[in-house]
């Protein structure tokens, strides 16, 4: 996969994704379910039933990615996201920086960009991400 097919398929991807309003739900959901495609060994999503005794559908609450020594997280309330990426050491995290929600996405993929440059496995779920 070419670098300029790669950047133009993150561009409209990223121009997607909405985190705030009405659309925050959906592009957390399209972006949980990228990652999960993507990055199966690497992402784990935390799901939660809603509505009264919990019998309505399930929502995305987290998205955990890990990823070149980085933990990438982002939480999904009812009307906002928090974005963070942690560094890990020995898996203990050392340091923890918030980062606005495109901002979160493009340092993932930067990583996972970085990663598709020494292994083939890391470059098809570059693919499967962008598709």
Known sequence: ?????????????????RFDG?????????????????LPAHTRVERAREGLLR????????VLVELAGNRYVLRAGSDRVECYREREVGGISIKRVPLEPSA??????????AESERSAEAREALARLLA
């Open 55 to 62: 019998r309505g559908g399930q929502h995305v609450q987290a």
């Open 104 to 113: 979160w996405v493009g340092a993932l993929t930067d990583d996972l960009r």
């Open 22 to 38: 009405e659309e925050l739900r959906t592009s957390v959901e399209v972006l949980a379910s990228k990652l999960e495609g993507a």
């Open 1 to 17: 996969m070419a670098s300029e097919d790669i950047d133009g398929g993150f561009d409209s991807f990223a121009a997607g994704l």
